[in-house]
């Protein structure tokens, strides 16, 4: 089962360190993923502390790229931790996924590439109607 797990891993998220495949559902009109974070700890945007004390967790769904000519429905859980340094005013912090999300995106890294090149090759309003 492990090693299933980890060739879905090397296949979904080629690139991205830290990220575990919980389940992967297939059917005649989208592929969804459950995946969560494997990192014990995230670093705070603002102070640069990493903390390791859990708050709470909670579901993403970035928009994907399509895969196999299916929508891609991913479902990421992500963990709030507390910052170590609560004096600097941010209380808690939300784990991101380096190559994956970015903090307030509704895109995964890969949707956002896929629309800059798409929006680049074919100059903005072609680009907008084609994507």
């Known amino acids: ?5 980890l060739r879905l891993e090397g296949l979904l998220f080629p690139a991205i ?3 575990a495949v919980l389940s992967v559902d297939v059917n005649h009109e989208a592929v969804r993923v459950e995946a969560r974070s494997t990192a014990t700890e995230a670093a705070c945007p603002s102070c640069g502390s990493h903390s390791s004390r859990i708050h709470s967790s909670y579901l993403r769904f970035p928009a994907d790229v399509p895969g196999a000519g299916r929508r891609v429905v ?3 859980w992500v963990r709030r931790f507390f910052c170590r340094d609560a004096a600097r005013g941010r ?4 784990e991101q996924l380096p190559g ?5 995106s509704r895109w995964t890294e890969r949707l956002r590439s896929t629309l800059a090149v798409v929006g680049l090759a074919l100059a903005g ?5 084609m994507a």
């Open 100 to 104: 994956l999300t970015r903090r307030h």
């Open 1 to 5: 089962m492990e090693e299933k797990s």
């Open 91 to 94: 209380r808690t912090l939300v």
């Open 125 to 129: 309003r072609a680009g907008a109607r």
């Open 17 to 19: 360190a830290d990220v």
């Open 74 to 76: 991913l479902c990421l």
